[in-house]
């Protein structure tokens, strides 16, 4: 048990180093989510008056669609340097490789939250750094991540990889985009922790559901 | 008296016949090719056959 | 003749007698008119193309925990039929809000279901066409087969709690615009046609679909035993590297 724990770590660490060193796939994301608060801002006219909803939504989507920028780099890279064969030597469960790979990308995503948040605040003038919006974050994006990192080892397999995973991750998200959107936007409009409760029930279980399923069958997506 | 829906109604019937017959269409389509290159690779198959 | 052709046959002469009945002599229903003769055939596609989701996402499970290509065939099969269906049912829906809801689209719970459905079913014939390796095919195939059908649940029960915040219904909450009507005796008996109809077009559409994967599979076979025979050769003849490739 401590050794799997080990594995779990050691990938992680792998993973964060070569991101600390390197900085491409954090520094991309964060240039893609302000683009993306840029593009919704001139799409949707968005400015101080803004209704909380409609922050909620542009901060989801911007954390959905950079997402998959981190998600698709993270076992791209991988399959590109043919390291991914010799993670799969090591003599480590399977469901270890897939923790690992799910934290690391869980890290970068939740890192690039800690620009977004404080630049929509401040775009839109009001704070959006509340504790139950941060914690509608943290729940969805570790669903959208779990699921997330099953599907980009399908896509980084594939033709058609960069292309693909979104087209895979964005329709099974649904939930998750839906329930965040509710969570924080009622946080935001300082709805009463009896209303919104139902979505953070919902967040947590879509979590619980798709990391079960997505252990469950990592091994055949990775495993010859 | 029942209001009236017969334009909806052709259309509703024109759509889902219009869509399962596009599908049946391209199962024949479909089909054909393979059998095409089925038979096409048993040709290429047999002239290999008997060349040497 | 063969059985497939038989079933075709069967599933042709029962859909062209139920669309005759549903025409013909089923009565016109007061509340909506005549487009209400399209739900004989809205209702049945809908539940049976989720069925096909539901047997795409049985025989995925089963393929994870002992591999054969017949079970891939089927589900690929089955996901291919339901995702025609699921298209039959939303713009067979539509069509029926116009002049029931008096809008082509709002977001009901059941439409935005189907449309999500629809989208998860196309990203899987997508991963189909992306890989090559027929075994590979088969397993990332059948992972998206299982993940994909859980989420549908998830999905409809997000929009229904999203949709009783913001209720979108436009027009009268009587049953009669959600769908339900009084049935005359008649009328329950093409309602149950209509079913036997659909599931028997499904079950003939979905056979067709599997001997065509079954005869890809042949040709794909034959094709690497060409590509082999060829190699062995040291000519090369121009015709059949086109047919090969």
């Known amino acids: 048990m401590k050794r799997y724990f080990k594995v779990i770590g050691a990938v992680v660490w792998k993973d964060l180093a070569a991101e600390?060193?390197?900085?491409?796939?954090?520094?991309?994301?964060i240039v893609?989510?302000?683009?993306?608060?840029?593009?919704?801002?001139?799409?949707?006219?968005?400015?101080?008056?803004?209704?909380?909803?409609?922050?909620?939504?542009?901060?989801?989507?911007?954390?959905?669609?950079?997402?998959?920028?981190?998600?698709?780099?993270?076992?791209?890279?991988?399959?590109?340097?043919?390291?991914?064969?010799?993670?799969?030597?090591?003599?480590?469960?399977?469901?270890?490789?897939?923790?690992?790979?799910?934290?690391?990308?869980?890290?970068?995503?939740?890192?690039?939250?800690?620009?977004?948040?404080?630049?929509?605040?401040?775009?839109?003038?009001?704070?959006?750094?509340?504790?139950?919006?941060?914690?509608?974050?943290?729940?969805?994006?570790?669903?959208y991540t779990g699921v997330g990192t099953l599907l980009s080892a399908v896509s980084a397999q594939t033709r058609a990889r960069d292309v693909l995973l979104p087209i895979l991750l964005l329709p099974v998200s649904v939930p998750v985009l839906m329930a965040g959107v509710q969570s924080s936007g009622g946080a935001l409009a300082g709805e009463p922790w009896s209303e919104l409760m139902i979505w953070f029930s919902l967040l947590v279980t879509y979590d619980v559901i798709f990391l079960a399923v997505a252990v469950m069958v990592f091994e055949a997506v990775v495993g010859e | 008296m029942p209001p009236?829906?017969?334009?909806?109604?052709?259309?509703a019937f024109a759509a889902y016949l219009g869509l399962l017959g596009a599908y049946v269409g391209s199962l024949f389509w479909r089909r054909a090719s393979l059998k095409r290159d089925s038979e096409a690779l048993r040709e290429m198959q047999a002239e290999l056959e008997r060349k040497p | 003749m063969k059985s497939l052709t038989w079933l075709n046959i069967a599933a042709a002469a029962l859909l062209a007698t139920s669309l005759a009945l549903v025409w013909f002599a089923a009565p016109l229903e007061a509340s909506m008119g005549a487009v209400q003769k399209i739900f004989y055939?809205?209702?049945?596609?809908?539940?049976?193309?989720?069925?096909?989701?539901?047997?795409?996402?049985?025989?995925?499970?089963?393929?994870?925990?002992?591999?054969?290509?017949?079970?891939?065939?089927?589900?690929?099969?089955?996901?291919e039929v339901g995702l025609l269906l699921s298209i039959i049912t939303t713009v067979t829906g539509s069509i029926w809000a116009r002049p029931a809801w008096n809008t082509w689209w709002t977001w009901d719970v059941r439409l935005t279901t189907y449309t999500i459905a629809i989208l998860i079913y196309v990203g899987y014939l997508f991963l189909r066409g992306a890989i090559e390796d027929p075994t590979r095919r088969a397993r990332f195939a059948a992972v998206y087969g299982v993940v994909g059908f859980i989420s549908v649940p998830l999905t409809f029960l997000s929009i229904r709690l999203w949709q009783s915040i913001h209720p979108a219904v436009i027009g009268t909450a009587t049953p009669t615009s959600q769908g339900g009507f009084d049935m005359a005796p008649i009328m329950a008996l093409i309602v149950i046609l209509a079913q036997v109809t659909t599931v028997l077009v499904f079950a003939a559409l979905t056979a067709t679909r599997y001997r065509l994967l079954e005869l890809q599979d042949q040709v794909d076979a034959q094709r690497a035993l060409a590509l082999q025979a060829e190699s062995d050769l040291p000519s090369h003849s121009p015709a059949t590297a086109s047919v090969a490739k």
């Open chain 2, 4 to 11: 009236e829906t017969t334009f909806y109604m052709i259309l």
């Open chain 3, 41 to 79: 055939f809205h209702v049945a596609a809908a539940w049976v193309g989720m069925v096909g989701f539901l047997i795409t996402f049985v025989v995925g499970i089963i393929y994870l925990i002992r591999p054969n290509p017949k079970l891939d065939w089927l589900g690929a099969a089955t996901a």
């Open chain 1, 20 to 29: 600390l060193r390197s900085r491409e796939t954090v520094s991309a994301m």
């Open chain 1, 32 to 143: 893609f989510s302000m683009l993306m608060v840029l593009v919704f801002s001139i799409a949707l006219e968005l400015n101080r008056g803004a209704r909380e909803s409609t922050a909620a939504g542009v901060l989801w989507a911007t954390a959905l669609f950079s997402g998959t920028l981190g998600l698709n780099r993270g076992l791209g890279r991988e399959q590109d340097r043919g390291t991914l064969e010799g993670l799969l030597l090591a003599p480590a469960d399977r469901s270890a490789l897939y923790f690992g790979k799910f934290l690391s990308s869980w890290v970068l995503i939740l890192a690039v939250q800690v620009v977004t948040v404080p630049v929509l605040s401040v775009l839109y003038n009001f704070n959006l750094a509340q504790p139950l919006v941060l914690l509608s974050l943290i729940l969805g994006t570790l669903g």
